[in-house]
């Protein structure tokens, strides 16, 4: 247990950089959020809702974490900062980075039937501040998050969405992703080739062409205008 717990704040600290020592680590909510969240769900499955319940509650008190008892969660999960909240069915692999104000949320099944109703993510997902993964869908292993990105269909293995409605970007992700990413995209633009710093570049280049076409226009303009114009007329004393 004690080489579990070692393996796990090694874990955090591989990716967050902030922590001076393990002990630290253990200071931070995400970290006690979990630690409560095993015993919750633990009694969860002994069907002492009330227990699991009060266990949570505590919790979301201490941390501003709100897990469900019944969510499943993997090893190695790690939280960084609060105010996330995890659904009762969500489902959660090994080694996912969620960063704060994340919501699992789940979908109302239109029988009223409860059942699956919040996201899987598989391994080594990363999920970015702000976002909201809604419904019984698949997150795919090594997929990114970007921030407030709102994601409701299945997203593809080592995929990174983005925006709102969440939409997939065009460059895999293994071209530019050689170690962890805090917040799930890079702050530089490896993104659609028609977006960010790309298009803002081609967007003045091309107002840069219209504009010396623009001003061509114009002296070619005036050079007819004044060689078109007829002489003026002298008049002579009288």
């Known amino acids: 247990m004690f080489d579990r717990l070692i393996a796990f704040l090694d874990s955090i600290h591989a990716r967050d950089p902030a922590p001076r020592s393990r002990w630290e680590i253990l200071l931070y909510p995400g970290v006690l959020a979990l630690g409560m969240h095993r015993l919750a769900h633990w009694l969860f499955g002994g069907r002492m809702f009330f227990l699991a319940r009060l266990v949570n509650h505590v919790s979301r008190f201490l941390t501003a974490i709100d897990i469900h008892p019944g969510a499943t969660i993997g090893r190695?999960?790690?939280?960084?900062?609060?105010?996330?909240?995890?659904?009762e069915t969500a489902q959660i692999g090994?080694?996912?980075?969620?960063?704060?104000?994340?919501?699992?949320?789940?979908?109302?099944?239109?029988n009223g039937v409860p059942g699956k109703r919040h996201p899987t993510l598989l391994d080594n997902v990363i999920v970015g501040s702000g976002a909201?993964?809604?419904?019984?869908i698949?997150?795919?292993q090594r997929a990114r998050i970007g921030a407030n990105a709102v994601v409701t269909d299945d997203v593809p293995e080592g995929a990174t969405m983005v925006g709102l409605k969440a939409r997939s970007t065009l460059v895999p992700v293994e071209q530019w992703l050689r170690d962890f990413v805090?917040?799930?995209?890079p702050c530089k633009e490896p993104c659609e080739p028609a977006s960010g710093?790309?298009?803002?570049?081609?967007?003045?280049?091309?107002l840069v062409a219209l504009r010396e076409e623009v001003a061509q226009m114009r002296a070619a303009t005036r050079e007819?205008?004044?060689?078109?114009?007829?002489?003026?007329?002298?008049?002579?004393r009288n």
């Open 94 to 110: 090994d080694n996912v980075t969620i960063y704060q104000c994340v919501t699992l949320g789940g979908t109302n099944p239109s």
């Open 132 to 136: 909201q993964i809604l419904g019984p």
């Open 76 to 87: 190695h999960l790690f939280i960084d900062h609060g105010f996330t909240v995890i659904g």
């Open 197 to 206: 710093t790309a298009r803002i570049e081609e967007i003045e280049a091309e």
């Open 138 to 140: 698949t997150v795919g």
């Open 224 to 236: 007819n205008a004044t060689g078109d114009a007829p002489a003026p007329r002298r008049r002579g």
């Open 182 to 185: 805090p917040y799930g995209t």
